[in-house]
C-alpha cells in the first residue's frame, strides 16, 4: 500500500499533467505574449551557454520537461549534437513532434517523468530544464535525477523564473504575474486556474541563491546563476564532477 508522501506526489504530478494538458494548444502563443517575446531570448541564451557541447556531433543533450519543444527545437538549431526532449505531458508532446517535423529535425520526444528519468546513469554530456523544476514535486529529487543520467563533466543549466531584486521591478513582477497575467492567461486559455498556479508556484519556488545551494548539495559543482531581465529569471549552471 502506498505511503502518504508517495500519494501526495502521484496527485501533484496528476494535477499538473492535466493542468498542462488543458492548456497545450495555446500554451506557445500565451508563452510568448505574456512574456513579450522574451522567453525566445532566454532559451537562445541557454544554447549559447552550451554552444561548444551543442556544436559536437557525438554528444547527447537531455532536454527535461521538455513541453512543446522549444528549447529542444533552439538546443538543435544551435549545433549538431544529439537533442532528446522528455516530458509527462502527452498533449504538449504531441505539439513538440509536429514542431519538430516541421523544423526537419529527428529530435525524439519521450513520455516519462523527471523525478524517474527513463534513461541509464552517465548517458549524457548536459541536460537542460526550463521552466519545469518548480513544478515537480520535490526539486531535490528533479535536480539529483539530472545530475545521475550526465556524464562525469556534463553540465546543467536550470532556467526558471526567480525574484526581481530591485524594489521597483519587484513590485510591478508581482503585480503583473498575480492579477495581470492569471486573468489575461485565463481569458484566452480557457483556464484561469492553470494562470494561477504559475504566480503561485513561483512564489514558492527557491530565490536564485537557495536554487544554487541546493545544486551545490546534490553533488554539483562550478555552480553559478546569471539574473536575465533584472532576475524575473535566472539560469543557473552546475556541472557533475569529473571523478
Not at 508522501?5 to 488543458?22: G, K
Not at 549524457?124 to 531535490?140: C, D, K, Q
Not at 492567461?185 to 483556464?191: Q, V
Request: with cysteine.
Amino acid at each position: 500500500m502506498p505511503d502518504k508522501e508517495s500519494a501526495t506526489t502521484t496527485e501533484h504530478a496528476h494535477h499538473v499533467r492535466e493542468m498542462f494538458a488543458s492548456i497545450a494548444a495555446r500554451y506557445d502563443l500565451l508563452n510568448h505574449l505574456l512574456s513579450g517575446n522574451v522567453d525566445k531570448r532566454w532559451r537562445r541564451l541557454v544554447a549559447q551557454t552550451l554552444l561548444t557541447t551543442l556544436k559536437n556531433r557525438e554528444a547527447r543533450v537531455l532536454d527535461v520537461a521538455c513541453g512543446t519543444g522549444d528549447l529542444s527545437l533552439t538546443l538543435w538549431q544551435s549545433g549538431q549534437a544529439r537533442i532528446v526532449g522528455i516530458d509527462f505531458c502527452r498533449p504538449m508532446l504531441d505539439i513538440a513532434a509536429t514542431k519538430a517535423i516541421e523544423s526537419g529535425s529527428r529530435i525524439p520526444f519521450v513520455e516519462g517523468d523527471a523525478l524517474e528519468l527513463p534513461f541509464a546513469d552517465c548517458s549524457f554530456e548536459a541536460a537542460t530544464i526550463a521552466f519545469g523544476l518548480r513544478n515537480l514535486s520535490s526539486v531535490e529529487a528533479g535536480i539529483k535525477e539530472l545530475l545521475r543520467v550526465l556524464k562525469p563533466g556534463g553540465r546543467v543549466a536550470v532556467l526558471e523564473f526567480s525574484k526581481p531584486k530591485a524594489p521597483v521591478l519587484r513590485s510591478l513582477f508581482k503585480f503583473y504575474f498575480t492579477k495581470v497575467l492569471p486573468r489575461f492567461g485565463g481569458l484566452i486559455s480557457g483556464s484561469k486556474s492553470a494562470y494561477q498556479y504559475l504566480p503561485d508556484s513561483v512564489s514558492r519556488f527557491p530565490d536564485q541563491l537557495e536554487l544554487a545551494s541546493m545544486l551545490q548539495a546534490a553533488g554539483f559543482e562550478n555552480v553559478s546563476f546569471r539574473n536575465l531581465t533584472g532576475g524575473i529569471a535566472a539560469l543557473h549552471l552546475g556541472a557533475r564532477p569529473r571523478q
